[in-house]
């Protein structure tokens, strides 16, 4: 409900990857009015990334907003913004979502959706991120093509690491909608 996320999100240091995309984008908008600490927009697509920072400079909740150009699957470059930045909750929205090409270019859906969020999960636990927010899809139950099992290994991943870290794991299966 609205006060759990009110607690969830205010005051923190919230990082979205995949930040320009159609997911990412419509959570950074909806995030921004919980009012954290500051936001970290993580997007490789720098046109993205530009679209989105332009229609946040209209907003007047005095959130500051960071603008970053990373590719999730660079490990050093999200360290480094780890690092810096140090968020405290994660909304991991960047992954290749789209059926049919990634039957194509499985080898892409395999390192961008599943070596990116292990590599971003092992990044929260080792700098103490709160929470970690995967954001997955229904195509990972009992998947019947690349982009589905590739969202599932990374949900079973995080899974794994849970046990032992001190990171709060969250999965969130969307379902395919428009608008």
Excluded: W
């Excluded at 995949?18 to 984008?25: E, L, R």
């Excluded at 720098?46 to 209209?58: D, H, K, W």
């Excluded at 907003?65 to 929205?93: G, Q, S, T």
């Excluded at 997955?136 to 046990?163: C, F, I, W």
């Amino acid at each position: 409900d609205d006060e759990n996320l009110h607690d969830f999100l205010t005051d923190k240091t919230v990082m979205v990857t995949g930040a320009g995309g159609s997911i990412g984008s419509e959570l950074v908008r909806q995030i921004i009015s919980y009012r954290p600490k500051s936001l970290l927009l993580v997007e490789r697509a720098e046109f993205l990334l530009f679209n989105i920072t332009r229609e946040l400079s209209t907003d007047t909740s005095g959130v500051a907003h960071f603008p970053l150009i990373a590719d999730v699957c660079d490990e050093p470059r999200m360290r480094e913004i780890f690092e810096r930045y140090k968020p405290e909750v994660i909304f991991h929205a960047a992954a290749h979502k789209h059926v049919p090409l990634m039957e194509t270019n499985s080898c892409e859906a395999i390192k961008n959706n599943i070596f990116a969020t292990r590599s971003l999960g092992n990044l929260a636990g080792e700098f103490g991120v709160d929470d970690f927010v995967l954001i997955s899809t229904d195509k990972a139950v009992r998947p019947t093509n690349v982009m589905g099992a590739t969202k599932l290994v990374a949900e079973q991943y995080l899974h794994s690491v849970a046990t032992h870290s001190k990171t709060r794991f969250i999965t969130v299966r969307f379902g395919n909608v428009l608008n």
